[in-house]
């Protein structure tokens, strides 16, 4: 059992703690396993004033990922699940600098910048987040939000400013003893905010950066955690468990076990690309727009029905993609809108999920693959809206043939994305010029190739081979 000696106040007001912890055990883990008499005898002994301060000493509470490596480093990734306690690592360091626990200079107020891929990011999520800053801070230190100013003030006299990836060029400039940099792995201007920062982090003896992320395989956190003065530590989303609910830990690993998405998103692994794919992370990360999206001259939904018609069948592609038809099909470019494919849907369940898409995008025409289903399809479609523009596509070729042209469309630049499609990205990148390299069948690949055949594949190959009429 953990030996604990009990929280106390200094003079100064600051609270030391010190817990001779193993590997696994927090002091909160140790307080679980006690029995009823020594959490009796542990509280009990603990003074008013240790009392209140317990909820705010993160020593005590925190999972071993969540505490900063020992050592000479500049930068500490934490590599997490989703929901593996990664924002209340960085909000808790954060509030250590700042209070003086960490090697900056004693006596000197602290700067620091807290930068995420937004400024309502940084604010909603490390600010005012559950597990924020503000939520952190015990009230005798807690900062106040200067909203015209982008900035948090410390009693103590620091100042942390808030950044958003998207501008840089803001970095430039401004200096700070330390930063915390939250999911840089899915930043679009990841390297270049990541370079203005580190010009800025220039102040203290020992500046220093922690970045929280869930990994993707990107090249700037490839970088990062190549360099020496990097340290990381790592969690799964279940080394968290006691504070997420156990629905949505059963719903997540039943769904996503065994596939690369869940041992990213879940394992906080970060995997290299699948050799051979014709899509990667980096070629998609390249070509991903912001939250406004261009005015669209075509919008399609496409559908690859599941084989069978029942709860239990396979996932049904559904995908919904626009172009911006301007000159000659050979330099139209088209934008995935969505992916709103759906998991173990009746037909008429799949069929009502597709014809909600056309609408909330007011799409022109609905594109389903029939190999499978035949009439049934589109008899299926209709029972639901008779009217709707429909166009049924039989598949005569293999799906890596099909998707290869496709492909050749990304690799030009010419198909972006509008945000991220996780999971529809995942069977992207698992797609190899010998198969697919996951689970089950790529149906959201599937749709995706439908729609872009339909949008810009098949005007091409008309444009280029014009039909001659005889005039009689």
Known sequence: MNKVVKPDLAATGQQSWTLLRPETKSGADWLACATQDERESFLNDLSDGALMALPYLFEFWALDHQLPPEGDWRTWVIMGGRGAGKTRAGSEWVRAEVEGAGPLDPGRSRRVALVGETIDQVREVMVFGESGILACSPPDRRPVWEAGRRRLVWPNGAIAQVFS????????????????????????????????????????????????????????????????????????????????????????????????????????????????????????????????????????????????????????????????????????????????????????????????????????????????GGDLVESVIRQIDATVPYKAVRATRGKVTRAEPVAALYEQGRVLHAGNMAQLEDQMCRMTSQGYEGKGSPDRVDALVWALHELIIEPVASYRRPQVRTLG
């Open 165 to 372: 990836a998207h501008e840089p060029e803001s970095l430039r400039g401004p200096q700070f003893d330390a930063a915390w940099v939250d999911e840089l792995a899915k930043w679009k201007k990841a390297e270049d905010t990541w370079n203005m920062l580190q010009f800025g982090l220039r102040l203290g003896t020992h500046p220093r950066q922690c970045v929280t992320t869930t990994p993707r395989n990107v090249g700037v956190l490839k970088q990062i955690l190549k360099n020496p003065s990097t340290v990381t530590t790592h969690a799964p989303t279940e080394a968290n468990r006691a504070y997420l609910a156990k629905s949505f830990l059963d719903e997540v690993r039943t769904r996503y076990a065994d596939t690369r998405l869940g041992r990213q998103e879940l394992d906080g692994v970060l995997l290299e690309d699948t050799e051979g794919a014709l899509w990667t992370m980096a070629m998609l990360d390249k070509h991903r727009l912001g939250p406004d999206t261009p005015v669209l001259d075509r919008i399609v939904v496409a559908v690859d029905p599941p084989v069978t018609g029942h709860k239990g069948s396979d996932e049904c592609g559904i995908v919904v993609a626009g172009v911006m038809a301007k000159g000659p099909p050979g330099d139209w470019k088209a934008v995935v809108l969505e992916d709103a494919s759906v998991t173990a849907a009746s037909p008429s369940e799949w069929a009502e999920a597709a014809l909600n898409a056309m609408e909330r995008h007011q799409a022109d025409r609905l594109v389903a693959e029939v190999n499978q």
